[in-house]
Structure formats: structure tokens, C-alpha cells
């Protein structure tokens, strides 16, 4: 296994997009004598193997991948080394996110926009073993967990639930379809079904009926 040592900071890559990891590649590249690029894995998959073999100082993940995310690909890193820093990368704007992988335990939740200076900087502060957030969200997160302490918010908060997916939740329990649903909140079918994994993620189900059953089950709407 390689050691971790002085020198840049070695940094691993794990997204499902290939032109993601290149364009991170390159961007990380202007600063060479930072951070370097050790590896990087396309998916899930192969990168708790790799991540423990090459023994980075900071992991770049994507929050979401085909087939798996980042939030479990964290548990699972952490599991075999909890002094692994791991860095979120998403292009979800949703602090519920921010709130999954702080519990999930990374050491930080940033958004794809962010450029190569600002990155560099929150990885070293990573490094260093501060928490890094995403400057916007961190100020909406800190209302928003307020409010949810205070039983401020929409039903399924508490759950990790947004607000739209609360209203896509309560929907279900009344029996509506998706495609209802759709014309209802006028989205597409897609987007709804978008939300409904989201939602069944959440509330740690299966399906449809493992959802309704979920909400209830613990009371979301009373």
C-alpha cells in the first residue's frame, strides 16, 4: 500500500463521466505543484480498491453515479480507513445533499462550477483537516437546519426530504399516479420519477409502496 506523504497532495478522481475526471484532470494540472492527479476510477465500482491501494490525501467523488453514489462509496471507504478525506463534488444545488454527506462523514460538499483556484484552495483546506463547504450553501444550511430543529419546515424534512419531494410524497399516499402527479406540479414524467429514487433513497425503501408505507409509518403527514 503507499503511504501517505509530504510533497502536493494526492489526489484521487471518481466520477461516472469520463469527460468529468478529464476536465477535473486538467484543471487541477495549472497546479502542479499543489495537488497532483494520482488516479482515478469511471464509477464506483473498482474505487474503494483503488482509493485503498493508492492511500490518497483527498478523494474527489461525485455525489451521483450510475448505479451506486458517492454518499455510499464514502461509508464504504471510511469503513476501511476513517482517516480517509473525502470531498463531494456535485451539481446539486440542495443542501439536503450537504446534510446526507456530512452524516455520511466527508469532509466536504463543493459544486462542479467552482474553478481551478477556489478548488485547489478548498482541497488544501481539506488537507488540513477542515470541513469545506460550498460558500452559498453552507449560509442556506445553517437557516435551514434551524428551522428544521424548530419543526419550521415541510413535512419529511426531518427525513431529508425537499420540499418538492414531500409534495411528490403526499401525492403518492393519496393514491395519485405518476403521470398525475406530473400534471399536477406540471414537471415531466421523468423528472418525477427522478424524485421518486431520490425519495426511496431516503427513506431507505424499495419502491412505491415501501414509500407510502414509510410516511405512514413514521407520521410525515399528519
Known sequence: MVTRGSGPIRVVLVDDHEMVVEGLKAMLGAFRSRVRVVGHCIGAEDAVEVITGLAPDIVLCDVRMRGSSGLDLCRRVLQRDPASRIVLL??????????????????????????????????????????????????????????????????????????????????????????????????????????????YRKLDVGDRTGAVAAALREGIFR
Not at 155 to 163: I, K, M
Open 90 to 199: 456535485s451539481v446539486h444545488d440542495d443542501e439536503q445533499y450537504l446534510f446526507q454527506a456530512v452524516r455520511a462523514g466527508a469532509c466536504g460538499y463543493l459544486l462542479k462550477d467552482i474553478g481551478g483556484a477556489d478548488l485547489v484552495r478548498q482541497i488544501e483546506s481539506a488537507h488540513a483537516g477542515t470541513t469545506v463547504l460550498d460558500p452559498g450553501m453552507a449560509a442556506r444550511a445553517v437557516d435551514t437546519a434551524a428551522r428544521m430543529q424548530s419543526n419550521e419546515f415541510w413535512p419529511g424534512s426531518r427525513h431529508g426530504l425537499t420540499q418538492r419531494e414531500s409534495e411528490i410524497l403526499s401525492h403518492m399516499v393519496t393514491g395519485m399516479s405518476n403521470r398525475a402527479i406530473a400534471g399536477r406540479l406540471v414537471i415531466s414524467d421523468e423528472t418525477v420519477k427522478s424524485h421518486l429514487r431520490s425519495i
